[in-house]
């Protein structure tokens, strides 16, 4: 749950923009040679197909940070009980990185228009304190 949460804030947040589309359906009568129309109100999904405020904000998400402070925390793992993952580096990576590049990179601008900082902050925040407490647990 907690890794499609960017995609449910990014299609929450554009749903919010653009609602709903009004369309009008014919719907023809067996017995009358009028037509009555019926007005639909859908979703919009159509910024589903829309590159740059669908597709490469999610895709730098998960990039910059899921993917790359996971295969640092594979690389670089301090805990022993650990054999694939440390929760703790993969925390403070995915802290360093979006620091680091936060003004710097065009990406985070993407990222940062639907996901607000004090959110990724947070949850890497979170992340290294649930990792301590792991740690405190298991000694």
């Given at each position: 749950m907690i890794l499609f949460l960017p995609v449910i804030v990014i299609v929450c947040q554009l749903m919010i923009v653009n609602p709903f589309k009004i369309t009008t359906i014919p719907i023809p009568s067996l017995f009358d040679e009028r037509t009555n129309e019926y007005t639909l109100?859908?979703?919009?999904i159509t910024f589903l197909v829309d590159w740059?405020?669908?597709w490469r904000?999610?895709?730098?998400?998960f990039v910059y940070l899921l993917l790359l402070p996971l295969g640092i925390s594979f690389?670089?793992?301090f805990e022993p009980q650990h054999h694939t993952y440390s929760p703790l580096v993969f925390s403070v990576?995915?802290?360093g990185i979006f620091l680091i590049s936060n003004g710097n990179f065009d990406w985070v601008e993407d990222v940062h228009d639907f996901i607000?900082?004090?959110?990724?902050y947070t949850g890497a925040g979170a992340g290294v304190v649930l990792a301590f407490y792991e740690i405190i647990l298991r000694k």
């Open positions: 109100y859908a979703p919009d740059h405020r669908f904000p999610l895709i730098c998400f690389i670089v793992n990576a995915k802290y607000p900082d004090n959110l990724i």
